[in-house]
């Protein structure tokens, strides 16, 4: 069983920054890749950035040149740098690991942790 713990969130001001951290129960190798995703009241879980197992990564229009996706393998560990961010960013941002067991795919979630940007 695959377990993801989440910190990082807060309150910050607008144009500041964050980092958020997940640390994953298994070795990241065995993940075909992590995520975080955020929710904002009212609308849909939605995809910010994912990072693959051999580190090519991708991200939301949205968040591009403002957040870095990054991860250390050896600490079993994927951060998520947010820089110049804005009140629109304010989310419960959710770290995610995706796997194939047997060919069958499996997402597992983190807790959440609360993002708000506000002055």
């Known amino acids: 069983q695959v377990q993801l713990v989440e910190s990082g969130g807060g309150l910050v001001q607008p144009g500041g920054s964050l980092t958020l951290s997940c640390e994953v129960s298994t070795t990241m190798f065995s993940l075909d890749y992590m995520g975080w995703f955020r929710q904002a009241p009212g609308k849909q879980r939605e995809l910010v950035a994912v990072i693959k197992r051999g580190g090519i990564t991708n991200y939301a229009d949205s968040v591009k040149g403002r957040f870095t996706i990054s991860k250390n393998n050896a600490a079993n560990t994927v951060y998520l740098q947010m820089d110049s961010l804005n009140p629109e960013d304010t989310a419960v941002y959710y770290c995610?690991?995706?796997?194939?067991?047997?060919?069958?795919?499996?997402?597992?979630w983190g807790q959440g942790t609360q993002v708000t940007v506000s002055s």
């Open positions: 995610n690991a995706h796997r194939t067991v047997l060919g069958i795919p499996r997402d597992t």
